[in-house]
Each structure stands twice: as structure tokens, then as C-alpha cells.
């Protein structure tokens, strides 16, 4: 097999979504940024953002507020990139299919209002 046939199948959507599988174990590392994200999350206070990790769901911020957005994780990897990369990560580990939201705008309109809170993500 052909070093860029080897490169093709690593890029190809089953290669990708079975590695995104294969990540769902937490490590050290996804523990460490999920955990600093997790005490930074706790301080929102405009809406509500509800992260759904698994089976799990953490929700953050005033519960009774109308303002409401969901981020699924679908990989581990997603707290490593933001923790690491910040808003930059946060965007690649999207691109990469790490996570999703069932609105984007208006999770990005709740960063946006917490932009104090969430500052230096």
C-alpha cells in the first residue's frame, strides 16, 4: 500500500468516526481540562448551558433563566482542545466532529453574554 493511499484511509469519514469511538475513554489529560472547564462553567450567570457527555448531563448557570444552550460532546478530546487551545481549539475540535450543539447561535450568544466569566478559555 502507497503512503498517500495509507494517508487517504486515515482521513476517510469511517477512519475519523471510529477513532472518535475509540476516544470516548477519559484519560488524565481530558480529566484534568474537563475539570478546570467544569469550575469555570459554575460561575455563569446569564442562561443556562446544559453539556451532555455521554450519558451524563452537567448543567451550568441560573436554571430558571429562559436563555438556554446544549454542547454534546462526542469525544473526550473536545476538553483537551479547548484547555489547550482555547477558542481556536474549541473551533478545530468542532471541525473535527469532537462536539456539537443543537443551536450554535445561541451557544455562542451565552459565551457571548459570560464573555467575563468564560474569558481566557
Known sequence: MTKEKQFKDKLSVD???NSIQEMQKSTRTTS??????FRKLKSIKNG????????????????????KAELEVFSQEFYVFLGSGGTNGAAEAFTAGY???????????LIIKNKKTLLGL
Request: avoid cysteine; charge should be neutral; hydrophobic fraction near 40%.
Open 99 to 109: 462536539w456539537g450543539s443543537n443551536n450554535l447561535v445561541k451557544l455562542i450568544q
Open 15 to 17: 477512519s475519523l468516526a
Open 48 to 67: 443556562e448551558l446544559t453539556i451532555i457527555d455521554g450519558n451524563s448531563k452537567h448543567a451550568f448557570g441560573n436554571p430558571q433563566s429562559e436563555f
Open 32 to 37: 484534568f481540562f474537563k475539570n478546570i472547564l
